[in-house]
């Protein structure tokens, strides 16, 4: 069985892997906001992806746990793409 794929807003990169997105907010707020709960995210799931950001914007870097991209790294995306979501990112 094939593993999930991201969302058609994650870029693919091969090598080294990694999945990027960036999400775009109306406000400082906003974004504040989505960072406070990609970091509860992160704790409940234990993924921590690379991150930069400005006041209005948020990259967001996946790379593997192990060579390949699996259902962890699917999954912590989607629910990524959810919090964004919520707040119109």
Known sequence: MADPQPGGNWRMQERPPLMTRRYEFATYAETRKFL?????????????????FGKTYVNVSVAPRDETFGAAEYSFTAQTDNLAAQLGG
């Open 36 to 52: 406070d709960d990609l970091a509860v995210l992160s704790e409940r799931t234990g993924y921590f992806p690379d991150l930069n």
